[in-house]
């Protein structure tokens, strides 16, 4: 008789496991907590860093601002891909304000990776400091998610995978040695094939 308790109950035991595991959803999973997240003021930071999150902030601002909350996380994380790669400069703003020379048959040209940057309205409100004279509650933020992204960089998971560079959908730059990863918004990402920094965004 105690046997068959016994039985009866690893029995019950092996079922309730069962239930537990086959009714753990995917979602239910992912739900788990996660490693919290850091929320530091822009006044605390030390004036580098200051600097480098205006930097990324502008360049979200000018390329994302009317992107999902996604996308302007992409092109953050597209920045600071292209701060880890040896291909481009390793800071944020001179990823950001860095320019290449394209050399067509014939004549070259010099052109910003990040297009707005070469735009003189935009580049005259960026030197200026336009965006925080004024009250802008975008570009406030957008400066607070960036100062949260470089904070908490490490235990983000980045939605381009990898990318070094994207474009509108409504364009076709035909670029060679790149590999799209996604679309997220309005925007297309890449992946570099053949260390490429001479191609812009």
């Known amino acids: 008789m105690q046997t068959f308790l016994l039985k009866v109950q690893v029995l019950t035991l092996i079922c309730l496991i069962l239930f537990?595991?086959?009714?753990?959803?995917?979602?239910?999973?992912?739900?788990?907590?996660?490693?919290?997240?850091?929320?530091?003021?822009?006044?605390?930071?030390?004036?580098?860093?200051?600097?480098?999150?205006?930097?990324?902030?502008?360049?979200?601002?000018?390329e994302a601002r009317n992107e999902p909350i996604e996308g302007m996380y992409a092109v953050a994380f597209v920045t600071m891909n292209r701060v880890q790669s040896e291909s481009f400069p390793d800071t944020i703003c001179d990823v950001v304000?860095?320019?290449?020379?394209?050399?067509?048959i014939g004549n070259s040209r010099v052109v910003?990776?990040?297009?707005?940057?070469?735009?003189?309205?935009?580049k005259y409100i960026s030197e200026n400091r336009l965006l925080t004279k004024d009250t802008n509650q975008v570009y406030n933020d957008i400066l607070k998610l960036s100062i949260f992204f470089y904070v908490n960089y490490e235990m983000m998971k980045d939605p381009t995978i990898g990318?070094?560079?994207?474009?509108?959908?409504?364009?076709?730059?035909r670029w060679k040695?790149?590999?799209?990863?996604?679309?997220?918004?309005?925007?297309?990402?890449?992946?570099?094939?053949?260390?490429?920094?001479?191609?812009t965004s």
């Not at 999973?29 to 990324?56: G, H, R, W, Y």
């Not at 910003?112 to 935009?122: H, R, T």
């Not at 040695?177 to 191609?199: A, E, L, P, W």
Request: hydrophobic content about 35%; aromatic content about 12%.
């Open 177 to 199: 040695n790149v590999q799209k990863t996604v679309q997220i918004g309005r925007h297309i990402f890449y992946q570099d094939k053949g260390n490429r920094s001479d191609i």
């Open 97 to 104: 304000k860095q320019k290449t020379r394209v050399k067509n």
């Open 112 to 122: 910003c990776q990040f297009s707005w940057y070469c735009e003189s309205k935009l």
């Open 20 to 62: 537990a595991v086959t009714h753990f959803t995917k979602n239910e999973v992912e739900a788990a907590p996660t490693p919290t997240k850091i929320i530091v003021p822009f006044t605390s930071l030390n004036s580098d860093v200051q600097k480098e999150m205006v930097c990324l902030a502008e360049n979200i601002y000018f």
């Open 163 to 173: 990318a070094l560079f994207y474009h509108a959908d409504y364009v076709n730059p």
